[in-house]
C-alpha cells in the first residue's frame, strides 16, 4: 500500500496539508506520543500522533525532525475534539523536512486507519496463497475432466506463457522450447524423466518458479500412473497377441480382448508387423504414428500392432513407414488384411509374411498383403543362399558357356522371356538376327535340358533368372 492509497481512501477523509513523497510505499501504521519518536520506528512507517508529547514541553520542530531523521513515509495529526487545530508549527516543520502531514478528523479514530491499512496488507499477504490456490484449483479441475501427463502441462503452460515439455525415457510430452533446460522430476521410480523449462529455474521469476514447483507433483503422479496403465495394459496385449497366434481362442473372447485395450470392433481391423532394431524406440514411435484405437506390443525383433483399417492399406503401410524414417527408425514393415476378431490370425500371418518379404527386397521397406499374390515376391522371401545354389543348378551350364566363351546366351534368354516369348520383338531388343536368337535358344535348351515350348520349364528358368538378381 502507497501513502497516495491511504490519503486517498474516502473512509478515512483525511486531510493533506503538506504533500510529500505520496508515492512511497507503507510498512506499518504506527501510534506514537513519546518525545523522541525516532528510536522506536525503522523507517517507511506512517506515524499517527495527537500531540500529546506538547505537554512535555518538546517542540514540534523536534519531534519531526526525529520522524524525519528516522525516516518514516507519513505523519498524521489527530484532532481530539471538534474546535481543535493542528499546531502550525507542526505542519511547518513536516513541509521544511518534505514530510507527508496529514490532518486526522475527530469522527476517525487512529484504529479505523490501522485497521484500513491490516486490511490491505492482508489482502497484500494472502494474494499469493491465493493464486497458489488458483493454481492447484485448475490443475485438479483440468485433471478431473481428463487425466494425463498432457493436462497438467497444459495448465503449467497457460500459467507460465511459454512452452514446457516432460521428457521421460525415449518420450516427450508437450512442446519441447529452445533450447531446453532440464530439471529433474522428483518420484519413485522417475530418475529418467525431466521438465524441459525455457530457462533454468533459477532464472525465472519467483512466481514462475512457484508455479513449476506446484506442477511436479501432479507431473510425477500422472507419470508413474500412465506407466503403470500402460505396463497392465501391455499384459493384456501381450496376451491378446498369444491369443490371435495360437488360433484356438473364440471371435467373441477375441473382440472383448480388444474393446477394453481401447480397439473398437465396430470396424475392419488389420494387422502390422515391423521388423526393426529392439532398440529403436519403433514401438513407441509407431503407436504415435497410428490411430489412437490401436494397440502395440514389441516382441524381440518385431513390433506387432492392431489397428483400425483404412480404406487402403498400401497408403497406410506407405505412410507410416515414411514416418518412421522421419523419426529415425528403419526396418521393414508387413500389413495384413482388414477383417473382423476371427480373421486377425490371417491377417497378423499375412503381415509377418509381408514384413519378411519386404526385408528381402532393396526396392521397399513395406509390403502389403495384397501385393504378396506375386509369386516373386514369396520367391524373395526365401533364404538367399538357397535361392542361389538353385539358380544355378538350372542354370549353371549357361553361365559356364558364356564366361568361357563370351557368348549372350544369358542375356538373350532374359530378354526372350520378358517379351513373353516373342521372336521378333526380342530380336528387335538384342539387336540381332531373329535366325541368330533362334540358334542361341536352341542352345539354352541344350544346355539346360529344358524346353522353352514347355510352360512349366519357361516358369522355372524365368524364376532362376529373377533369383540370380536378388541380394
Not at 486490511?119 to 487425466?147: G, M, T
Not at 509374411?353 to 506375386?374: I, N, P
Request: charged content about 25%; overall charge negative.
Amino acid at each position: 500500500m502507497l501513502v497516495e492509497d491511504l490519503l486517498s481512501d474516502p473512509a478515512l477523509a483525511l486531510d493533506v496539508r503538506v504533500s510529500g513523497r505520496v508515492r512511497r510505499p507503507i510498512r506499518w501504521v504506527h501510534t506514537i506520543e513519546v518525545a523522541d519518536p525516532g528510536r522506536f520506528l525503522r523507517g517507511g512507517e506512517v506515524v499517527l500522533t495527537a500531540g500529546v508529547w506538547r505537554a512535555s514541553g518538546v517542540p514540534a520542530e523536534r519531534f519531526v525532525a526525529d520522524l524525519a531523521a528516522a525516516d518514516v513515509a507519513a505523519v498524521g495529526f489527530g484532532l481530539v475534539t471538534a474546535g481543535d487545530e493542528v499546531p502550525p508549527e507542526f505542519v511547518a516543520a513536516a513541509a521544511e523536512h518534505g514530510l507527508t502531514c496529514f490532518v486526522v478528523p475527530v469522527a476517525v479514530p487512529f484504529v479505523q486507519i490501522v485497521e484500513t491499512f491490516v486490511s490491505v496488507k492482508r489482502a497484500e499477504w494472502e494474494r499469493p496463497l491465493r493464486r497458489h490456490l488458483d493454481q492447484h484449483d485448475a490443475i485438479v479441475a483440468a485433471l478431473r475432466h481428463r487425466r494425463g501427463v498432457a493436462t497438467v502441462l497444459r495448465i503449467l503452460v497457460s500459467q507460465l506463457g511459454m512452452p514446457v515439455a516432460l521428457r521421460s525415457g525415449g518420450t516427450v510430452t508437450g512442446e519441447v522450447p529452445e533450447p531446453p533446460h532440464p530439471l529433474p522430476l522428483i518420484g519413485e521410480g522417475l530418475a529418467d524423466a525431466e521438465i524441459l523449462l525455457p530457462r533454468p529455474l533459477p532464472d525465472l521469476d519467483v512466481d514462475a518458479q512457484a508455479a513449476v514447483v506446484r506442477a511436479m507433483p501432479f507431473l510425477a503422479l500422472e507419470l508413474e500412473r500412465e506407466r503403470a496403465v500402460r505396463a497392465t495394459e501391455l499384459r493384456y496385449a501381450w496376451e491378446l497377441f498369444e491369443w490371435i497366434q495360437g488360433g484356438t481362442t473364440s471371435a467373441a473372447t477375441l473382440a472383448t480382448r480388444l474393446r477394453s485395450l481401447g480397439v473398437g470392433t465396430d470396424r475392419p481391423i488389420a494387422a502390422l508387423v515391423l521388423r526393426t532394431d529392439p532398440d529403436s524406440g519403433a514401438a513407441d514411435r509407431l503407436r504415435r504414428l497410428l490411430d489412437p484405437g490401436s494397440v502395440v506390443v514389441e516382441r524381440g525383433p518385431e513390433v506387432l500392432a492392431l489397428t483400425p483399417a483404412p480404406r487402403s492399406m498400401a497408403e497406410l503401410a506407405g505412410s507410416l513407414h515414411a514416418g518412421l524414417q522421419r523419426a529415425g527408425v528403419h526396418g521393414h514393415l508387413g500389413a495384413g488384411s482388414p477383417g473382423g476378431a476371427a480373421e486377425l490370425r490371417l491377417s497378423l500371418l499375412q503381415a509377418r509374411h509381408a514384413a519378411e518379404a519386404a526385408a528381402a527386397r532393396e526396392s521397399s521397406g513395406w509390403l502389403t498383403y495384397e501385393q504378396l499374390h506375386s509369386p516373386t515376391l514369396l520367391l524373395a522371401a526365401q533364404d538367399p543362399d538357397l535361392l542361389a545354389a538353385t539358380a544355378k543348378a538350372v542354370l549353371g551350364p549357361i553361365l559356364e558357356h558364356d564366361e568361357r566363351r563370351g557368348g549372350d546366351l544369358l542375356p538373350s534368354l532374359a530378354v526372350f522371356l520378358d517379351s513373353g516369348g516373342r521372336w521378333q520383338e526380342s530380336a528387335q531388343a538384342l539387336h540381332v538376327h531373329i535366325n541368330t536368337l533362334r540358334h542361341r535358344m536352341r542352345r539354352v535348351e541344350e544346355l539346360t535340358g529344358r524346353s522353352l515350348a514347355s510352360t512349366q520349364d519357361r516358369v522355372d528358368l524365368f524364376l532362376a533368372l529373377r533369383a540370380l538378381n536378388l541380394p
